[in-house]
């Protein structure tokens, strides 16, 4: 009897005949270029034998070269059609009580599940002339697990650790990023029908969908990773899904100062700022580690303080105990019940909050934010957009304005000299690194003009030839005008911290 939800989940509709119709040997038919592979093979083998041991002529490399990648594509062409074939043999011929089996999801089933699929693909095997070795015999089996429970090839990026985002440009250009830096990963998918299969895996469970009419959509996957999905006709290169994973341990501080992120005056100056209840806005380009840095000042929480977390996609993973995290809701299909990151702000305020996390502000809710930040929510924490802490004035300017309220520009700089006490400014290096380039005093306003004062800066002094920065950390000499304020949080900071110009590597 087959299996509709193994259908649906391998995307197959009915099977066109069943595997017994077909002939007994279900290997690979020859094909003109598998001649043409053998005849280069063994042309190959004759130039080599014809050297002797002598030097290889250009003629013979380039034969053995050419032989090789024609095996290799043809080796991957062979096992995806023997993964095909699984998947419509196990499609036929599960039992109900393997089927039960296999859609548990249980960890402690798993290997009882690949021993189900290990006996179809045994089976297959045994009628079939092209032989596996015993590693590509348990990536089969893997590969096929992972189709049927998973979410296919994405499966094994997601496993990896080392990976922190995955790019698809289409079915054949899976990208990764690996420290900082993007490469080209050997991951593909069969077709663009394949890789819509793989989306429509992603946004069942989360109930929502992606179509030719509603082509964009962003959502979180299970673990916490943030999903952006963008499909044709808007996008010109077949379905296009952005992942940036989400950290399954929770990052310290520790682990700043040991990336080279900041250094140890610093945090524990930024440890200072949050327990002392001041308001602090971490700005930076996309990628540059922006909510990696507001996750571990969230950290120096004090565990006895409610705090209110609101985020498009719940990406902060706070420890204390007493946290609400709120997410924001895209519209429906009818394009209402669409719930923001403002109506979120506006309803945290009346939820009794010692402290408020904004995930990121963008627009009309960073004057919500404002105004929490001067009528007595201290302590605030967000992020934003910006290249430069000059910049993010500039942004917050506008950002306010986007609200639908005319206010004059003196009016909302006051606003914003007011309420932000420090600004971290994040920054990623061209060798991939993160960094905090600037901690910022905002002092108050001089005029129209909001006055700023660095307190602590990156210097970068080189790129070395494997394109490494190499730079320092250093203090400008100034002390904040908050310092009575730190005090009076019971915090000593001793003044050596802020001596002019003392240096301190820049770890990486």
Not at 181 to 192: A, P, Q, R, Y
Not at 251 to 279: P, Y
């Amino acid at each position: 009897m087959k299996s509709r939800s193994l259908l649906e989940r391998l995307g197959i509709n009915e099977a066109k005949g069943s595997l017994q119709e077909r002939p007994a040997s279900i290997g690979l038919e020859e094909s003109k270029e598998g001649k043409t592979l053998q005849e280069g093979l063994h042309s190959a083998q004759s130039l080599l034998s014809a050297s002797k041991g002598g030097p290889i002529k250009r003629e013979t490399r380039v034969a053995t070269a050419f032989a090789a990648r024609q095996n290799e594509t043809l080796q991957e062409d062979t096992l995806r059609q023997l993964k095909q074939q699984i998947h419509q043999l196990i499609v036929e011929e599960i039992t109900p009580e393997e089927e039960k089996l296999l859609l548990q999801q249980d960890k402690g089933e798993i290997e009882r599940a690949k021993n189900i699929i290990s006996s179809y693909c045994q089976r297959i095997l045994n009628n079939s002339n092209f032989t596996v070795t015993r590693g590509d015999r348990f990536q089969l089996i893997d590969d096929i697990y992972d189709e049927l429970l998973g979410l296919g090839p994405l499966e094994s990026l997601l496993q990896d650790d080392s990976v922190t985002e995955i790019m698809i440009n289409g079915p054949q250009n899976v990208f990764v990023e690996r420290q900082g830096k993007i490469m080209l990963s050997n991951v593909t998918f069969h077709d663009e029908a394949h890789l819509m299969g793989i989306i429509e895996r992603i946004l069942v469970p989360l109930g929502r969908h992606v179509d030719e009419s509603s082509p964009l959509v962003d959502a979180r996957l299970a673990d916490g990773s943030r999903v952006n999905i963008i499909i044709p006709p808007l996008s010109l290169v077949g379905p296009t899904v952005t992942i940036r994973k989400f950290y399954r341990q929770r990052m310290e501080v520790a682990d700043l100062i040991k990336a080279g992120t900041l250094n140890e005056n610093m945090a524990a100056f930024l440890e200072a700022c949050v327990k002392s209840r001041l308001n602090i806005l971490v700005s930076g380009g996309t990628g540059s580690g922006k909510t990696t840095t507001l996750n571990v000042l969230s950290s120096f929480v004090p565990a006895d303080e409610r705090i209110i977390t609101v985020e498009d996609a719940a990406e902060l993973k706070l420890q204390q105990r007493h946290v609400v995290t709120l997410e924001a809701r895209p519209a429906n299909l009818e394009g209402r019940g669409a719930i923001t990151i403002r109506d979120l702000v506006r309803n945290s305020l009346r939820m009794r909050p010692d402290r408020i996390i904004v995930g990121e502000v963008r627009g009309g809710e960073s004057l919500d934010m404002l105004q929490a930040m001067n009528t007595g929510h201290d302590g605030s924490l967000t992020t934003a957009h910006a290249n430069s802490p000059r910049d993010l004035l500039s942004r917050l300017e506008t950002m306010v304005l986007m609200a639908g309220m005319e206010l004059p520009v003196r009016s909302i700089r006051g606003q914003v000299a007011s309420g932000i006490d420090l600004i971290l400014q994040q920054s990623r290096m061209r060798d991939g690194s993160r960094k905090i380039t600037y901690i910022t005093e905002v002092q108050g306003m001089e005029g129209d003009t909001i006055v700023l004062q660095d307190l602590f800066r990156f210097e970068q002094d080189s790129i070395d030839d494997k394109g490494i920065v190499h730079g320092h950390f250093t203090s400008t000499g100034y002390q904040p005008q908050f310092m009575d304020k730190i005090r009076l949080a019971g915090i000593e900071l001793p003044a050596s911290m802020f001596d002019n110009g003392q240096r301190w590597e820049g770890l990486r």
